[in-house]
């Protein structure tokens, strides 16, 4: 069934790869393709002579071809497909040109680009990759899983496609964001390629016009939910573990009614991680405690203003809600410091809430006494005019949220005011950062959910920090794989989220950016990896005992795009 074997010396070396390939399977065959960088000894050996140009190149000569190839394409859609088969024809290749120009590509394999991927999935479709187990199928789930590619697997990322981004249900074409996220874990984090499963749950969708779409590659119908929704990710997650007990398993895109309830089931059960509530968590809260280094306000003293109490928008305040109880302060006394606000305004007592949304509502006795424009909504200006917060974050999808006057008012009452427009794609945020150095004379404090380029403002350029989740979860996946945990506790996450925020270059100049560039993600994720893994020692959390050799060992392990010698078998 498996084309290869990876043969490491007494250090963990790579020495060669055993393959019975020849010919044009082995050309076809992504992850053992070399292209033109086969020498001659290993055209003869493995039939591959007359089948490729004369020339025998290196990696960077070909990365150097790729890179002029990419520059021929010139919408962000087709630089994603030219790179996504780019990786179906020669893996190696693809990440030795995309960590050559991280910046630039990120953006165009994940955020923002691979949204419209995910929307034009049915039509672009052209190579399987990963696993579809739809609920049709959900009595052959261990059979399923014999199919997979890569005979041993250490992390997964799995979605039903419910909630994309910013851009609601899309079904089978969630896919793109497993394999994107799988991708960012490689580039960033150092995670081999050759032991990561995507999987998309097929449970349906209830967006009508993929319904209604012939094109449309997913299960016609529309989604299964309560019970039988449940009963299917059990039936899953029982065959995933036992398959691979050690996995670390990564939810992401799942719908606000199912992702926190799925957490909540497994993680103490499991190696299992939500990106959307954790991930984002995570990156956020690292902004925001650079951002109160910053401000030169005690964390205990600020005031929190969240626009969009989804997954994220709530995954969020619970991240920042645990560093003030870190500051010394009780749940209660923490939380009387957030005010959050979804499509029908204000959380209050009377709102019709989810259980998750709940200790974030605030009483009807508080607003009563507030100044407003009309009681029956709570709106964000509102909010702003009579919290005063220090720090605004928004999750709501709704583009120029932020206006000038609710920029210009909470600036008139804050010295630095943090102010982070998270939602993406960039179409999607709630405010542009160039407009918002304006709306306070600079003296906001800002980290996007969405790349943005260099802001010119009175003479100086200023980078704006994107608050990528790029920065997080490749670090706590390598962290968490490498000691084998058992769990991913909230103390790892903590661990993570002090790591990263200690990266912040705001700590040499409280007028840098919140976050490092995302050239330096590798860095950063070996520093959140050891993070993770020294607290999950200190949890009893690791089943990997070497603490001595912590850092060496992961720096050993995380893969780097290199040919390796081939041996016949």
Same mark, same amino acid.
């Given at each position: ?11 963990g ?11 044009n ?6 992850k ?6 086969f ?19 290196t990696?960077d ?12 394409h ?5 630089k ?19 960590? +050559? *120009?991280?910046e ?6 994940y955020?923002? =680009?691979?949204? &419209? %991927? /995910?929307?034009?999935?049915?039509l ?5 990759r ?5 609920y049709?199928?959900?009595n052959?789930?261990?059979s399923?899983l +014999? *199919? ?6 250490d992390?997964t990322?799995? =979605?039903?496609g &419910? %909630? /994309? ?21 490689t ?17 349906? =969708? ?9 094109m ?19 039936a ?12 670390f398993?990564h ?15 497994y ?28 401000s030169?306000?005690?964390l205990?003293?600020h005031r ?13 305040a ?12 009780s ?6 410091h957030f ?11 009377e ?9 974030y509502?605030?009483?009807n ?6 100044s ?16 005063k ?7 709501s ?23 982070m427009?998270?939602?993406?794609p960039?179409?999607?945020?709630e ?6 150095l ?30 990528n989740?790029a ?16 769990r ?13 925020s ?8 409280k ?21 993770v ?8 959390l ?28």
């Amino acid at each position: 069934m498996f084309k290869f074997k990876i043969i490491r010396n007494a250090a963990g070396t790579i020495t060669h790869i055993d393959t019975h390939l020849t010919g044009n399977d082995l050309l076809s065959n992504s992850k053992l393709n070399k292209g033109c960088a086969f020498d001659q000894e290993e055209r003869d050996l493995f039939g591959l002579t007359g089948l490729l140009p004369h020339q025998v190149e290196t990696l960077d000569q070909q990365a150097a071809r790729m890179f002029m190839q990419y520059h021929e394409h010139h919408t962000c859609l087709g630089k994603n497909i030219y790179l996504n088969v780019l990786h179906d024809y020669n893996e190696t290749l693809f990440y030795k040109l995309v960590s +050559q *120009h991280l910046e630039e590509m990120l953006p165009i394999i994940y955020t923002p =680009t691979v949204g &419209e %991927a /995910v929307q034009r999935f049915s039509l672009e479709h052209r190579k399987a990759r990963g696993l579809y187990i739809s609920y049709a199928d959900r009595n052959k789930i261990d059979s399923i899983l +014999q *199919h997979r590619v890569p005979p041993e697997v250490d992390l997964t990322v799995v =979605t039903d496609g &419910e %909630a /994309v981004l910013g851009i609601g249900d899309q079904g089978i074409g969630g896919i793109n964001i497993s394999n994107a996220k799988l991708m960012v874990y490689t580039l960033c984090g150092g995670i081999n390629p050759h032991r990561v499963l995507p999987i998309q749950l097929d449970v349906g =969708t209830n967006n009508p016009h993929l319904l209604n779409d012939p094109m449309y590659l997913g299960s016609r119908h529309e989604r299964i939910t309560g019970a039988e929704y449940d009963d299917f990710i059990a039936a899953f997650v029982s065959a995933l573990t036992k398959k691979f007990p050690s996995i670390f398993l990564h939810w992401e895109d799942l719908g606000r009614d199912n992702a926190r309830r799925i957490l909540q089931q497994y993680q103490h059960q499991l190696c299992t991680f939500n990106g959307d509530m954790q991930g984002t968590g995570v990156v956020a809260l690292a902004c925001v405690l650079a951002g109160v280094a910053a401000s030169g306000l005690p964390l205990s003293k600020h005031r929190v203003v969240i626009f969009g109490a989804g997954t994220a928008g709530v995954g969020i305040a619970d991240q920042i809600q645990h560093a003030f109880c870190r500051a010394g302060l009780s749940a209660e006394e923490a939380r009387s410091h957030f005010w959050l606000l979804d499509k029908a305004g204000l959380l209050t007592s009377e709102s019709a809430l989810l259980p998750f949304q709940t200790p974030y509502a605030r009483s009807n006795e508080e607003i009563r006494q507030w100044s407003v424009r009309d009681p029956r909504y709570i709106s964000l200006y509102d909010v702003i005019n009579n919290v005063k917060p220090t720090i605004l974050i928004g999750c709501s999808t709704v583009t120029g949220a932020f206006t000038e006057e609710i920029i210009r008012l909470m600036a008139s009452h804050v010295e630095r005011p943090i102010i982070m427009p998270m939602s993406n794609p960039t179409s999607l945020s709630e405010a542009k950062p160039e407009e918002v150095l304006k709306w306070t004379q600079g003296k906001a404090i800002i980290a996007t959910g969405s790349p943005f380029g260099e802001v010119h403002y009175e003479g100086k350029w200023f980078r704006i920090a994107q608050s990528n989740n790029a920065l997080a979860f490749p670090g706590i996946g390598l962290g968490a794989i490498t000691v084998k945990a058992k769990r991913i506790s909230d103390d790892m996450l903590w661990a993570a989220t002090q790591a990263l925020s200690e990266c912040s270059p705001t700590y040499q100049d409280k007028m840098a950016p919140l976050l490092p560039k995302l050239a330096e993600a590798k860095m950063v994720s070996l520093k959140v990896a050891l993070a993770v893994a020294k607290q999950a020692y200190k949890e009893g959390l690791a089943q990997v005992s070497d603490l001595e050799h912590l850092e060496k060992t992961l720096k050993n392990s995380m893969w780097e795009p290199q040919y390796h010698p081939y041996r016949k078998v």
